[in-house]
């Protein structure tokens, strides 16, 4: 039997986001933020198929995190898991979904899904009650944290010391201000209920990272107001400078909007 789990993050940015999982009893999504047939495509790219699945964790009600989840719940009888006000938010947006499919999974707690615990955990974000995830098996974990203005000391010690990261790189703060959105958009990005910069993504990393961390993945990049290569640059220069570990102690990732990364194991 196999320890730990397999994961991959299907799609991560502005457009859409899905991350996938699997231990040997359950394989699970987190969000569906992009069509079911798209969503099927990419599990495809890592030998998988949606009527495989289990469930869905749901991190809010924005459009790149739920676009798909309605069609693929009731096509492949899939379990959502969201919390109260998260349900409120999006239940009109999804269409009909079988009320035994409805579950709530309140921010805060644990859950045990079959041989998978998960810690459900609260962010700062301008949606209803916005709560992101850390997956646990054999005394391994993942924590995925995107979609926030900013992470507290309170917040970094919950997810501290996990075996890989998911975390927001979303924006460099002068292409932002730079850029064409308006001024209201950008405030709104900028705020503490917004999303995290180059910089405030690796410095969540600085304080949540520990001996046992091997992997970070840079997630929730904008198209408009960022680049692969400068977020990466970023978060290597950064933790370098702390006098961590990159590219010996742990690898940095990157993700896409619309391809797989391959299927990796911890």
Same mark, same amino acid.
């Given at each position: 039997?196999?320890?730990?789990?397999?994961?991959?993050?299907?799609?991560?940015?502005?457009?859409?986001?899905?991350?996938?999982l699997e231990t040997d009893k359950k394989?699970?999504?987190?969000?569906?933020?992009?069509?079911?047939?798209?969503?099927?495509?990419? *599990?495809? +790219?890592?030998?998988?198929?949606? =009527?495989? @699945?289990? $469930?869905?964790?749901?991190?809010?009600?924005?459009?790149?995190? %739920?676009?798909?989840?309605?069609?693929?719940?009731?096509?492949?009888?899939?379990?959502?898991?969201?919390?109260?006000?998260?349900?409120?938010?999006?239940?009109?947006?999804?269409?009909?979904?079988?009320?035994?499919?409805?579950?709530?999974?309140?921010?805060?707690?644990?859950?045990?899904?079959?041989?998978?615990?998960?810690?459900?955990?609260?962010?700062?974000?301008?949606?209803?009650?916005?709560?992101?995830?850390?997956?646990m098996k054999d005394d391994k974990s993942?924590?995925?944290?995107?979609?926030?203005?900013?992470?507290?000391?309170?917040?970094?010690?919950?997810?501290?010391?996990?075996?890989?990261? *998911?975390? +927001?790189?979303?924006?460099?703060? =002068?292409? @932002?201000? $730079?850029?064409?959105?308006?001024?209201?958009?950008?405030?709104? %990005?900028?705020?503490?209920?917004?999303?995290?910069?180059?910089?405030?993504?690796?410095?969540?990393?600085?304080?949540?990272?520990?001996?046992?961390?091997?992997?970070?993945?840079?997630?929730?990049?904008?198209?408009?107001?960022?680049?692969?290569?400068?977020?990466?640059?970023?978060?290597?220069?950064?933790?370098?400078?702390?006098?961590?570990?990159?590219?010996?102690?742990?690898?940095?990732?990157?993700?896409?909007?619309?391809?797989?990364?391959?299927?990796?194991?911890?």
């Amino acid at each position: 039997m196999r320890t730990g789990f397999q994961y991959s993050i299907l799609a991560s940015g502005s457009s859409g986001n899905s991350f996938y999982l699997e231990t040997d009893k359950k394989k699970i999504l987190v969000d569906a933020g992009l069509s079911g047939k798209k969503i099927t495509s990419l *599990l495809a +790219e890592i030998g998988r198929k949606p =009527e495989d @699945l289990d $469930a869905i964790f749901v991190t809010h009600e924005h459009s790149d995190h %739920i676009h798909g989840i309605g069609v693929l719940a009731r096509k492949y009888h899939l379990d959502i898991y969201a919390n109260e006000a998260t349900w409120q938010a999006m239940d009109a947006k999804l269409g009909k979904i079988d009320v035994a499919q409805k579950h709530i999974f309140e921010r805060g707690k644990v859950l045990t899904f079959g041989d998978l615990d998960v810690e459900s955990f609260g962010v700062s974000h301008d949606a209803a009650d916005p709560q992101f995830y850390r997956f646990m098996k054999d005394d391994k974990s993942f924590v995925i944290l995107t979609d926030t203005g900013y992470v507290s000391d309170r917040l970094a010690g919950i997810v501290e010391n996990a075996d890989a990261y *998911l975390i +927001e790189s979303n924006h460099d703060v =002068e292409i @932002l201000r $730079a850029g064409s959105y308006s001024w209201s958009l950008k405030q709104r %990005i900028l705020s503490d209920k917004g999303h995290l910069c180059n910089e405030d993504g690796a410095d969540a990393m600085i304080r949540t990272l520990g001996n046992r961390t091997k992997k970070i993945y840079l997630g929730h990049l904008s198209k408009e107001n960022n680049i692969k290569e400068l977020a990466h640059m970023t978060m290597v220069n950064e933790l370098a400078q702390a006098d961590l570990g990159v590219g010996v102690d742990f690898q940095i990732y990157d993700t896409s909007p619309d391809s797989a990364t391959p299927l990796a194991e911890i």
